[in-house]
């Protein structure tokens, strides 16, 4: 007897609640579960409509390729390569890590994502003498601008 008491007032208790959010015409148990579910629908279609105008607003900005490449300090033979690119296109990392193959660096240590765009920070060694940087910069860049997106 007690628990059906206590479950009724629990119940009644997350009505209250649910029709303080979407203040239903009448208050008895149907009408507020209705709106309640109403109300839910409604608020997944704008998160629907939130997500679409974002991935539209994210398809249409242009952000730069950024290619940063620094010598670390007392080596000379090692560079650390940041990359950050907003193109989504498979296969940036391939491409750049072939062209720096191509101009005799190893990669030493990477970490890379692609979430939301390329991110790449890397530590390359040169096999003999290390590339400039501003050479190395512009191959990177030149990499990434050649890669197809798929």
């Given at each position: 007897?007690?628990?059906?008491?206590?479950?009724?007032?629990?119940?009644?208790?997350?009505?209250?609640?649910?029709?303080?959010?979407?203040?239903?015409?009448s208050l008895d148990k149907s009408s507020v579960g209705?709106?309640?579910?109403?109300?839910?629908?409604?608020?997944?279609?704008?998160?629907?409509?939130?997500?679409?105008?974002?991935?539209?607003?994210?398809?249409?900005?242009?952000?730069?390729?950024?290619?940063?490449?620094?010598?670390?300090?007392?080596?000379?033979?090692?560079?650390?390569?940041?990359?950050?690119?907003?193109?989504?296109?498979?296969?940036?990392?391939?491409?750049?890590?072939?062209?720096?193959?191509?101009?005799?660096?190893?990669?030493?240590?990477?970490?890379?994502?692609?979430?939301?765009?390329?991110?790449?920070?890397?530590?390359?060694?040169?096999?003999?003498?290390?590339?400039?940087?501003?050479?190395?910069?512009?191959?990177?860049?030149?990499?990434?601008?050649?890669?197809?997106?798929?």
């Amino acid at each position: 007897m007690v628990s059906r008491i206590q479950r009724r007032m629990v119940v009644r208790k997350k009505l209250n609640k649910l029709s303080s959010l979407t203040k239903p015409k009448s208050l008895d148990k149907s009408s507020v579960g209705v709106d309640g579910f109403y109300h839910i629908n409604k608020l997944k279609l704008k998160l629907e409509a939130m997500i679409r105008e974002y991935s539209i607003l994210l398809q249409n900005l242009q952000l730069p390729t950024e290619v940063k490449v620094e010598r670390i300090d007392g080596k000379e033979s090692q560079l650390v390569i940041k990359v950050r690119s907003w193109e989504k296109g498979r296969g940036l990392l391939v491409s750049i890590l072939e062209r720096l193959e191509e101009m005799g660096m190893n990669v030493v240590q990477a970490k890379v994502s692609s979430t939301h765009g390329f991110f790449m920070e890397a530590i390359a060694e040169a096999q003999g003498k290390a590339p400039e940087v501003q050479i190395l910069t512009q191959q990177i860049l030149r990499a990434i601008e050649e890669t197809p997106n798929l």
